[in-house]
């Protein structure tokens, strides 16, 4: 065989190698797609008898009674209030100043559960919800029976809470559950003049303009922002060491389907 029938074999071999090699990529790609097909979830038919059957369930009223009533509010507010270790707790904390809005949550959440434990399951932080309601045969990721978005104020600082109010009153409506937006509001005096020192952060905020002196000031700046009357409004006293006055209370604003409930 002479040179240039060698040079024509090895130029066919690799013109079969690249072909082997083109073969062999196409089977890798098929081969992962048939791969990828097997991961997609298959998703079942939905037929109208089960969407009709899901949208009467939304609309069925909450055990009674629901997290919205005015007498578990109420119950709620006065949980808190009659707490002599949670008034030591934020005494202390009022001569710190730091952020504990999830506390707040916490605590709420804890008083929600004492009184409606036998018709709910309460959460925090679930299903992107602050506060979360489930029906005790509820399976895990299915929607909340219920759910409230929460904001925690002090008369002290009031610069962003119309806003931050009135963004999660823009959210509940979104919702499909029964749910409410919640400003938690605690209102405080200082003692008699000269005041605990380590509460003068509290007037020198107020009287650099950034919170209110007196509740009503306090409920006209939060809800300004307001269509409306907040449907919630509820307060009670509190006892706090090195305070003249000092209250707990809520504003509150129901979505569409909290306000459709009965008893309230």
């Known amino acids: 065989m002479d040179s240039s029938e060698c040079r024509v074999q090895s130029a066919e071999c690799r013109v079969q190698g690249a072909g082997c090699r083109v073969q062999s990529s196409e089977c890798s790609l098929a081969r992962r797609e048939v791969l990828g097909a097997r991961r997609l979830p298959v998703v079942p038919h939905r037929s109208e008898n089960e969407s009709d059957s899901s949208k009467v369930a939304l609309m069925m009223p909450l055990p009674h009674p629901s997290p919205f009533d005015a007498s578990v509010l109420t119950a709620v507010l006065t949980s808190v209030a009659k707490d002599n270790h949670m008034g030591q707790r934020l005494s202390w904390w009022l001569g710190q100043g730091f952020s504990c809005e999830h506390w707040m949550q916490f605590e709420l959440a804890y008083r929600f559960n004492l009184q409606l434990q036998a018709n709910y399951r309460v959460c925090c932080e679930k299903d992107w919800r602050d506060i979360v309601f489930h029906l005790p045969d509820t399976i895990e990721g299915r929607r ?15 610069k962003d809470a119309p806003e931050q109010f009135k963004r999660d009153i823009q959210k509940v409506e979104r919702y499909e559950e029964p749910s ?8 405080v005096v200082p003692g008699a ?62 979505n569409k389907l909290a306000r459709s409930q009965p008893d309230r």
């Not at 509820?234 to 706090?240: D, F, G, I, N, V």
């Open 180 to 187: 409410a937006a919640l400003c938690l509001w605690l209102h």
């Open 144 to 158: 909340p029976a219920a759910s409230i978005e929460l904001k925690w104020v002090g008369n002290w600082w009031l």
């Open 193 to 254: 003049e000269p005041a605990d020192p380590q509460y003068k952060w509290l007037l020198e905020q107020i009287d650099g303009g950034h919170g209110e002196r007196s509740i009503d000031n306090m409920r006209k700046r939060i809800c300004c922002r307001l269509d409306d009357d907040p449907q919630i409004d509820q307060r009670t006293t509190l006892k706090l060491t090195g305070f003249s006055e000092a209250h707990l209370g809520i504003f509150g604003h129901l």
